[in-house]
């Protein structure tokens, strides 16, 4: 494998730096996954992640290029927001939707290579979605943990809450009732007690909370009835209805799962139900958001893997004539 360090400019002429990992070339298929970076952490992605998923994929002859958006780790420009929810709204509208293009510009001039496999955790995901939707070099999605909603700060960290949020919830605040801390948060005004009180009304059976979907939702045009993202609908049937694949893997203890299947999936299920083969929901039980434990690394590759070299044909992906499985603790540049 050979670890290039580059750096390339973005469209507005930013530089932004990354790394290229190359297969060798008498393995190589022609086709790059861009592993894209999540919020605001740069290159490398939590705990070395995207290395590891270098060091698994590059031996199976894919191209891999990871690299820092601008305003982040070592590329170039700033960030102008001041609350860290509104880079997250602005990741998840898009903002990085034009690098992640240059990034393919540039990479189609310096290698040759046109076809791409947009993969990330997080926002890298939105991210990759995003710019499939207006992008068809991208020929398969790969997201980790991807967010269905718009960040919308502490203060509305309540509102929104899903019914699987409330229900992981529920077990927590349940510990706390024999704590005199928790108590003296509760009586001094500290507490959340719209969240207090949705758990309790959940638990009475009397109501659900304002994010519960109904059993028939709008379309993916019509605005959403609470903190859902607009443009995830949008682009996810764009690109499965162009016939490009999707895999979607989500974290069994995270709640963007809850919030794809209540905010989502629930509100399109007879139109998902029309395209089922052409995508797929991966779950890995126990889970984290950032896939800190080893085993759930390879267990979230040993899938995704197989996900690549069975429906990702399309993308030139003709498996090599042997291919090797590395270990997952990858060296190389950051």
């Known amino acids: 494998m050979r670890v290039t360090p580059v750096a390339f400019p973005n469209r507005d002429g930013l530089q932004l730096s990354g790394v290229v990992h190359e297969p060798d070339p008498q393995a190589a298929r022609g086709v790059c996954v861009l592993l894209l970076s999540p919020g605001i952490k740069g290159r490398v992605g939590p705990h070395r992640l995207y290395l590891k998923m270098a060091a698994r994929l590059v031996p199976l002859g894919y191209h891999v290029l990871r690299f820092d958006y601008h305003g982040l780790g070592d590329s170039a420009g700033e960030l102008a927001e001041r609350v860290l929810a509104d880079v997250y709204c602005g990741v998840q509208n898009g903002r990085y939707v034009d690098d992640t293009r240059a990034a393919m510009d540039w990479f189609g001039r310096e290698y040759g290579v046109e076809r791409f496999v947009a993969s990330g955790l997080c926002g890298g995901a939105i991210s990759g979605l995003l710019a499939a939707a207006v992008d068809d070099r991208i020929q398969a999605v790969w997201c980790l943990g991807v967010p269905v909603t718009f960040d919308g700060g502490q203060e509305n960290w309540g509102k929104y809450l899903t019914r699987g949020q409330l229900d992981d ?132 590759l040993d899938h995704s893997v197989a996900w690549l070299e069975r429906d990702c044909r399309s993308a030139g992906a003709s498996a090599p004539a042997e291919a090797s499985r590395p270990d997952v603790v990858a060296p190389g540049p950051a």
């Open 169 to 300: 919830l529920k077990g927590a605040y349940l510990r706390k009732v024999a704590s005199p801390r928790a108590w003296g948060r509760f009586l001094s005004g500290r507490s959340s007690y719209e969240v207090i009180w949705k758990i309790v009304r959940r638990m009475l059976g009397r109501g659900t909370p304002a994010a519960s979907p109904p059993a028939r939702g709008p379309g993916p045009d019509a605005p959403p009835p609470d903190n859902a993202n607009p443009k995830f609908a949008s682009s996810f049937f764009a690109v499965v209805e162009s016939g490009r694949p999707v895999l979607l893997v989500f974290s069994g203890g995270d709640r963007l799962g809850w919030e794809f299947d209540e905010k989502f999936a629930a509100r399109h299920g007879e139109r998902l139900a029309a395209l089922q083969d052409r995508f797929e929901v991966f779950t890995i039980e126990g889970a984290n958001h950032i896939l800190s434990d080893r085993r759930w690394v390879e267990q979230m």
